[in-house]
């Protein structure tokens, strides 16, 4: 069974930066999909970016050019890279992992770790 961990959220001045890192462990897809979602206070959640593992990548508006998500095969850890954060940018951030598709954000994750949370300033 596949474990995900996050870490790297804490608090951060509007324009900085943070890396966070999702470590997977035991049973992994040989193929899938790994995203990163992330819920703020009386919102619903919502996906931020996704990864397949044939290398392609996909990000929301609301990030895009600022976020940047990747891995590294060799140490089973999935990361987004924030650049320019934002307020409204806080909430806890969710990894997920799921099944290959030839569009990762119709994926049904259905893996996910315990989140990592976000705090902007302004």
């Known amino acids: 069974q596949v474990q995900l961990m996050e870490s790297g959220g804490g608090s951060v001045q509007a324009g900085g930066s943070l890396r966070l890192s999702c470590v997977a462990s035991g049973y992994r897809y040989s193929r899938y999909c790994m995203a990163w979602f992330r819920q703020a206070p009386g919102k619903e959640r919502e996906r931020v970016a996704t990864?397949?593992?044939?290398?392609?990548?996909t990000s929301e508006d609301s990030v895009k050019g600022r976020f940047t998500i990747s891995e590294d095969n060799a140490k089973n850890t999935l990361y987004l890279e924030m650049n320019s954060l934002k307020p409204e940018d806080t909430a806890m951030y969710y990894c997920?992992?799921?099944?290959?598709?030839?569009?990762?954000?119709?994926?049904?994750?259905?893996?996910w770790g315990q989140g990592t949370q976000v705090t902007v300033s302004l």
């Open positions: 997920a992992a799921g099944p290959l598709a030839t569009d990762c954000r119709r994926v049904v994750f259905g893996v």
């Open positions: 990864l397949s593992n044939n290398g392609r990548t």
